[in-house]
């Protein structure tokens, strides 16, 4: 599940409604819904995004931070690291080889790192 996700389905839940009736409420399929939640699709369209946030009448922070979620939501991600040092290299490998082995706490200290550094 990407993060975009897991806040797509809380704010499913916290409306009380199902995904086969959302789905039909912002004109996409209850699968297309699904693979969404469970983190099988990208990031949606734009229009996908308008419909969700209007959907929940998100407007300001709450809007930004669910965008936000859903460019941060890629589930299948390239890391090009032509140019950079082979020490970049090493550790975008040892990311995509080791990233399921690592647990919650690691990887939140993780994010942690790289946001301070951005």
């Known amino acids: 599940m990407t993060p975009f996700g897991e806040r797509l ?11 086969k009736d959302m ?24 229009v996908t995004i308008q419909k969700i946030l209007g959907y929940f009448n998100l407007i300001w922070d709450d809007a930004e931070d ?3 979620l859903a460019q941060a939501s890629e589930p299948r991600v390239t ?5 950079l040092s082979p020490a970049a290299t090493e550790l975008a490998n040892l990311l995509a080889a080791r990233i ?3 647990d ?3 990887i939140k200290s993780l994010i942690g790192i790289l946001r301070a550094a951005a």
């Open 9 to 19: 389905r809380a704010l499913r839940r916290q409306k009380g409604v199902s995904q």
């Open 79 to 83: 890391v090009d690291t032509s140019g």
């Open 100 to 102: 399921g082995d690592l």
């Open 66 to 68: 669910l965008v936000a």
């Open 104 to 106: 919650e706490d690691t």
């Open 23 to 46: 789905a039909a409420d912002i004109g996409v399929s209850a699968a297309y819904l699904s693979a969404l939640e469970h983190g099988h699709r990208g990031l949606p369209s734009w």
